[in-house]
């Protein structure tokens, strides 16, 4: 398998958290992902309207749903839709992953 770099693991460490029953949105991945850098402030204060009216932070979670969406094209994370619950969790190949990443590094 191919090694992951640093950002991967960092975002593959954070969505180990998440479980089937609790996925992780993407608003919440921002938060957890970003939420303490200043340099990504930006995307939590600034006002965005995609056709769907504007909306603070928005930004935030776009960039996040596309990283999601790029790991979950490389089959790292898989999406859970629930009644109640809808995001995203680390399937068994993000975690032989991290493991890999953790043994390498």
Request: include cysteine.
């Amino acid at each position: 398998m191919n090694t992951i770099t640093d950002k991967t693991y960092k975002a593959l460490s954070i969505l180990s958290s998440a479980s089937w029953d609790r996925p992780m949105s993407a608003k919440e991945f921002a938060k957890r992902l970003w939420g303490d850098d200043p340099d990504k402030e930006y995307l939590f204060n600034a006002h965005t309207n995609c056709g769907n009216g504007a909306c603070a932070g928005k930004k935030a979670w776009l960039c996040a749903g596309s990283l999601l969406g790029r790991l979950r094209k490389k089959g790292l994370v898989s999406r859970s839709s629930l009644v109640i619950w809808s995001g995203y969790v680390l399937n068994d190949k993000g975690k032989q992953a991290i493991k890999e990443y953790e043994q390498n590094n």
